[in-house]
Structure formats: structure tokens, C-alpha cells
């Protein structure tokens, strides 16, 4: 069974350009979750979708993130314009079952983002 | 806010010895996760704790969790090179959030 997978593994762009994220989800998972992680800190929560619906996008740091999941298979996540401290690892997951569950989160391997 | 803290952050250690990793958090849970992320890939499903004193053995890592101190420990039995990687705990209040530590980055030396 193929894992959760991310497209780019590294993007390097300038301040002030845009940059999609993608994130193919474990076929069968409902639930995918967004991640980051900025220098070398702890990994935060973005934002949970449950197929194509938005859940919970508290963790979005601004309004220059969009996430989305058209059909509730992949997502992207769109940064537009990029700043600096958008730098960092973006990380995806996907579960099988919902929230008030005990549900094992499996993790892609991220998409390390680079703003100059 | 739930709040995880994780030490150490870094532990360099010899095969063969010993060590704990420790997890803390900050309010009532009973759901814990642990991960392992080696550079470049995915971080992997270690261990799932879901009640007061549970305990998982896999190999040399073996981790328990206590709700009551709202600790978690992940202990290395014996150290092995393969071993190395980076380490995360990750805390679930009930919600779909993974609160996580800060990650204990772990070099076994030969």
C-alpha cells in the first residue's frame, strides 16, 4: 500500500512568489491533515479536512495560505505571496477515522520550503 | 493551550547503553503518539499509548505513559546505530490535532 506522498520534496522560491504544495493521501483515508514545522521547532497543525470539507483551519497563519481538496483526494496547499518566515517543513497526513478517535495519523515526507 | 515538552533535544549516545526520552505535556490525555523521522522521510508510527499505564515494546525501544503525571518515556535498551534518527512524542486531547514536542534528535556512535 502506497504511503502518504508530497510534491516538491524542496521548493526554493523568492520572497513575494507563489508556491503549491501537494499531498496525495493513503487511498481510502477521508481525513488529511497539514503540517509545519519552522526551524527546527516543534510541528504545528494547519488545517484537517474531512474529504472535501474544511474542519478546522486554525492552525493557518494568515490569509496568504489556501488549502484545498477538490473531489476529496489530493490537496494543495497554496502560499501566495510567500514571505521569509513561510519558510520551513510541510508536513501531510492522512487517517482513516475522525476526530474523538483514536486514530493513527501516517505522515508524508514533507516539503521543505526555502523563501529568500 | 495543551502544551508538549520533550527532552533532551539532542542526545548523543554509545551503542550498547541506555537512555529515556521524556514527554510532558500540559493537560488531561490519554492518547500519545510516538514517531521517528529519519532525514528526508516520512515520519513513522512508532508506538500508540490510549490509557494509564500502558507500555509497547518493539525491539529495543519500549514506551510507557502515565496519564496521572502526564509523562511519557521512551526508553532505548542497548543502542544501535540504526537507531539514529530524530524522535517526536505527540499528544491528542480528543480532537483530530496532534500536538507535538519539539523532537529529540538521538546519534548513536560505534
Known amino acids: 500500500e502506497a504511503g502518504v506522498t508530497q510534491f516538491p520534496s524542496h521548493s526554493v522560491i523568492e520572497k513575494g512568489q507563489t508556491v503549491t504544495l501537494r499531498c496525495d493521501p493513503i487511498?481510502?483515508?477521508?481525513?488529511l491533515y497539514w503540517y509545519r514545522r519552522v526551524m527546527g521547532k516543534e510541528i504545528k497543525f494547519l488545517l484537517h479536512?474531512?474529504?472535501?470539507?474544511?474542519?478546522?483551519e486554525s492552525g493557518m497563519p494568515n490569509n496568504r495560505f489556501l488549502a484545498e481538496r477538490t473531489g476529496g483526494t489530493y490537496s494543495t496547499l497554496k502560499v501566495q505571496p510567500a514571505e521569509l518566515e513561510d519558510s520551513g517543513v510541510y508536513f501531510c497526513?492522512?487517517?482513516?477515522?475522525?476526530?474523538?478517535?483514536?486514530?493513527?495519523?501516517?505522515f508524508g515526507p514533507g516539503t521543505r520550503l526555502t523563501v529568500l | 493551550e495543551l502544551k508538549v515538552e520533550q527532552n533532551p533535544l539532542f542526545l548523543s549516545m554509545q551503542e550498547g547503553k541506555n537512555y529515556t526520552i521524556y514527554c510532558n505535556y500540559s493537560?488531561?490525555?490519554?492518547?500519545l503518539y510516538w514517531y521517528r523521522q529519519d532525514p528526508g522521510k516520512s515520519l513513522e508510527s512508532l508506538f500508540v499509548l490510549l490509557s494509564n499505564g500502558a507500555v509497547k515494546q518493539e525491539g529495543r525501544l519500549m514506551a510507557s505513559l502515565d496519564t496521572k503525571a502526564r509523562l511519557s518515556t521512551l526508553h532505548i535498551t542497548a543502542a544501535v546505530h540504526d537507531l539514529s534518527a530524530t524522535y517526536f512524542c505527540a499528544v491528542d486531547e480528543g480532537t483530530y490535532k496532534y500536538i507535538f514536542g519539539t523532537g529529540t534528535r538521538l546519534k548513536v556512535l560505534a
Open positions: 497526513a492522512s487517517s482513516q477515522l475522525g476526530a474523538g478517535t483514536a486514530d493513527t495519523q501516517y
Open positions: 493537560t488531561t490525555s490519554d492518547r
Open positions: 487511498s481510502g483515508h477521508d481525513n
Open positions: 479536512f474531512v474529504k472535501e470539507s474544511k474542519q478546522d
